[in-house]
């Protein structure tokens, strides 16, 4: 079961909706985000996410508008569900590599990265981002999703670091909301209204100032949609003004956009949606993310699974591989659908996320595939069950990205 508005195909059941294997239903209401009421004003229709309220459009445009709105101008999304953590103590960064893939010791001061919790089989129990600021914390985003599993981990694995004499802790920023502000138009809308110079903030770093005249806004440089962007984090009691003078601005067309263009847009630039494109039973080498194993851990190691990780990027033996996938007019490709050799018709693999993209106006989706039928323009097909599609194996993203990196040296 799929949502649509404006060719995405809609499918309801029992009041639930479902997109790329997530469910939204129309009768549970969730927990309340600081902007709740900002959404139902401005038109948005809510559903159920990760145990939140939250808009999957708004009145004014549909998900593909929305989308092509985002990557042509600017679009403003609550991500405030996020779990946001302060991670204190003179072991923090230890701490962490403990856990992660992440070269924490080797980032610079306000500067963050991508990177995965993994398990002992080197499965990945949740993406975040981790910055390590001028201060002496971490700061880290994780998925809604995964809270109830990622806050006891940090809590537990603090614990025990802390009989064993280290010093870490872990706060939870329940005070803070978090803003994105996606797309071409994001130093146009914001620049004139803040004191941080956004020419000098690239991908992945951070800096504190005030933003439309609300100060202690933590801006980082970073997104979910493949378009330059960043995310801040605000005060509860501020993001509700922080966004209504970011839509009023006459600097740029800002408009807000909910969860339908957002997933739209993530799969667009070809990134991951924990619990569908990742999840326990994935290594980042099979998910085509090994980038999140920093080259200093591929030597240190001393993170859950990492003998299993380096030996498959060492030996290039992964038994499946996350691909991209184009396919021909007709039916879009969808979540758990059988992908399947076009000669003999075995199973081969399955998909994970698709729907038509808004940009491309082609049918897109990633799947895990064998490993020997991961290679780039292979033809295979989906199996609708009475009938089947032809997919091409193709490159991510399916749309370029426009992150502000800095420039080489």
Sequence with gaps: MFFTMSGVRLLRSSSVLLRSGRLYSSHTPGKQTCLYDLHKKNGGKMVPFAGYAMPIQYSDLSVS??????????????????????????DREAFVESLTTADIVGLKPNSGVLSVFTNEKGGIKDDLIVSKTADDYLYMVTNAGCIDKDLPYLQDNASAWRKNGKDVEIVTLDNRGLVAVQGPEMVQLIQPETDIDLSKLYF??????????????RVTRCGYTGEDGVEISVDVDKAEQLVSRLLESKNATA??????????????????????DINETTTPVEAAIAFVVAKRRRQTLGFPGAEKIVEQLEKKNWPKRRVGLIAQPGRAPRVH????????????GFITSGSPSPT???????????????????????DFGKTTVSVTVSKMPFVATNYYTAPKN
């Design 255 to 276: 408009k807000l956009s909910g969860l339908g263009a957002r997933d739209a847009l993530r799969l667009e630039a070809g990134l991951c949606l924990y619990g569908n």
């Design 65 to 90: 508008e929305s989308t092509l709105h985002t990557r042509k101008h600017v679009s403003i999304f609550d991500v405030s569900h996020m779990l946001q953590t302060r991670i204190t103590g003179k």
């Design 204 to 217: 992945m770093q951070s800096a504190i100032g005030t933003v439309f005249g609300v100060p202690n806004c």
């Design 360 to 382: 491309l106006k082609q049918n897109i989706a990633v799947g895990y595939v064998d490993k020997a039928d991961s290679k780039l323009g292979k033809v295979l097909l989906v």
């Design 337 to 348: 659908l059988p992908i399947i050799d076009p000669i003999d018709k075995a199973s081969i």
